[in-house]
């Protein structure tokens, strides 16, 4: 007998923690965890694709091959379908929320937003991979979910989660207290409570951010990156950097080493890449339970007016000194972006 501890025993001995617990929470929770590990084994074959056949063919089967991102944006779906918990899906994958209004999920009070493959470009050269997911209480109180229920505040999130299919698969999630790791053991195809209470480092060394932008970054991230490069020995400088390109594993990374990921406006995204439904605020709750810091350069992005579904933000997320830093550089250097994000928060 050993003293490994799965995702599902780990969420029924935390049931109680969960606001209006009544097992709901736990089952949606462990809906996401089943669908993950359906996803990681197409993941791990996705070297396989020569043999295997390209997305848009047929397989050896028969059957059509499709891209990794949609195989696993019909997965999640189809667990959240199937659960009975989950009465709305946001999805990057799907231009319009994907309403759930069939028998099983009739009493249904939860709404997922899920990115379900992020950084899906990584794919073809075997780099990680993500899936990012938030959980709210639907605001609606009775008939179909509408759009309006997942058009809410990151500070009402009641769950959020990633899990990275890396060098191996883990699952980290958040109930609000606090963060915790499961690391996927492929032998027994279950995942192991590996990593406790994960605690963002107050400061690191590392920077993560797409410097092949650099010209067109706002001149307040501009005088922060030659911060980041100067020499002190007092603070550690010049720092590491570090960018992968899929956003789970960059923060990932930076949560157990300490550091800084930062995806600023450019001219090309004037308003910022990143989506902050899906992307940016369950990172943003998971960083800021494990003890981090999560921005626009000026705002907590848990605070951020939502008002559609695809909206995007720039975002500093990391280490908490290090994205203090990185604020004040904006506050001094782009102060004028202030305004143009709060434009579109109005
Ligand atoms: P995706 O959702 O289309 O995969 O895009 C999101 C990804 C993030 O994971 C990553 O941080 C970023 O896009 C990388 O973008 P870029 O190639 O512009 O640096
Ligand atoms: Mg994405």
């Given at each position: 007998?050993?003293?490994v501890?799965?995702?599902?025993?780990f969420i029924i001995?935390?049931?109680a923690?969960?606001p209006?617990?009544k097992?709901?929470?736990?089952?949606?929770?462990?809906?996401?965890?089943?669908?993950?590990k359906i996803?990681?084994?197409?993941?791990?074959?996705?070297g396989l694709?020569?043999?295997?056949g390209?997305?848009g063919?047929?397989?050896?089967?028969?059957?059509a091959?499709?891209k990794?991102d949609v195989?696993?944006?019909e997965?999640?779906?189809?667990a959240?379908?199937s659960?009975?918990?989950?009465?709305?899906?946001?999805?990057?994958?799907?231009?319009d929320?994907?309403?759930?209004?069939?028998?099983?999920?009739r009493?249904a009070?939860?709404?997922?937003?899920?990115?379900?493959?992020?950084g899906?470009?990584?794919?073809?050269?075997?780099v990680?991979?993500g899936?990012?997911?938030?959980?709210?209480?639907?605001?609606?109180?009775?008939?179909?979910?509408?759009?309006i229920?997942?058009?809410?505040?990151?500070?009402?999130?009641?769950a959020?989660?990633y899990?990275i299919?890396?060098s191996?698969?883990?699952?980290?999630?958040?109930?609000?207290?606090?963060?915790?790791?499961?690391t996927?053991?492929?032998s027994?195809?279950?995942?192991?409570?590996s990593?406790?209470?994960?605690v963002?480092?107050?400061?690191?060394k590392?920077?993560s951010?797409n410097?092949g932008?650099?010209v067109?970054f706002?001149?307040?991230?501009?005088?922060?990156?030659k911060?980041?490069?100067a020499e002190d020995?007092?603070t550690?400088?010049?720092y590491?950097?570090?960018?992968?390109?899929s956003?789970v594993?960059?923060?990932?990374?930076?949560?157990i080493?300490?550091?800084?990921?930062?995806?600023?406006?450019?001219?090309s995204?004037?308003?910022?890449k990143?989506?902050?439904v899906?992307?940016?605020?369950?990172?943003?709750?998971?960083?800021?339970?494990?003890?981090g810091?999560?921005?626009?350069?000026?705002?907590?992005?848990?605070d951020?007016?939502?008002?559609e579904?695809?909206q995007?933000?720039p975002?500093?997320i990391g280490?908490e000194?290090?994205?203090?830093?990185a604020?004040?550089f904006?506050?001094?250097?782009?102060?004028?972006l202030?305004e143009?994000?709060?434009?579109?928060?109005?």
């Amino acid at each position: 007998m050993t003293n490994v501890m799965t995702l599902g025993q780990f969420i029924i001995e935390r049931q109680a923690e969960f606001p209006y617990a009544k097992g709901e929470l736990s089952r949606l929770l462990r809906d996401i965890g089943i669908a993950a590990k359906i996803v990681n084994r197409e993941v791990n074959k996705a070297g396989l694709v020569d043999i295997l056949g390209e997305a848009g063919t047929m397989n050896v089967q028969g059957e059509a091959v499709k891209k990794l991102d949609v195989y696993a944006n019909e997965q999640f779906i189809s667990a959240l379908k199937s659960g009975g918990e989950c009465c709305l899906i946001a999805s990057e994958e799907n231009e319009d929320v994907i309403q759930i209004d069939g028998e099983v999920s009739r009493n249904a009070r939860y709404v997922v937003a899920i990115d379900p493959l992020d950084g899906s470009s990584n794919i073809d050269v075997n780099v990680a991979v993500g899936t990012i997911f938030s959980i709210y209480r639907r605001k609606t109180e009775s008939g179909p979910c509408t759009k309006i229920d997942v058009l809410q505040k990151g500070t009402e999130q009641v769950a959020a989660g990633y899990i990275i299919y890396g060098s191996s698969t883990m699952l980290v999630y958040t109930t609000g207290h606090g963060v915790n790791g499961f690391t996927l053991d492929p032998s027994i195809g279950e995942f192991c409570f590996s990593h406790p209470n994960m605690v963002f480092p107050k400061t690191g060394k590392m920077y993560s951010l797409n410097e092949g932008n650099y010209v067109h970054f706002p001149e307040g991230v501009k005088k922060y990156l030659k911060y980041c490069q100067a020499e002190d020995k007092e603070t550690n400088r010049p720092y590491t950097s570090r960018y992968i390109g899929s956003m789970v594993a960059d923060i990932h990374r930076n949560m157990i080493k300490g550091g800084i990921f930062i995806y600023p406006t450019t001219a090309s995204s004037p308003k910022g890449k990143l989506r902050l439904v899906y992307e940016c605020n369950p990172l943003a709750f998971i960083v800021e339970q494990a003890g981090g810091r999560a921005t626009n350069g000026f705002k907590r992005i848990m605070d951020l007016q939502v008002n559609e579904v695809h909206q995007r933000t720039p975002i500093f997320i990391g280490s908490e000194e290090m994205v203090k830093k990185a604020e004040e550089f904006m506050k001094e250097f782009s102060p004028e972006l202030k305004e143009v994000l709060e434009a579109v928060e109005a």
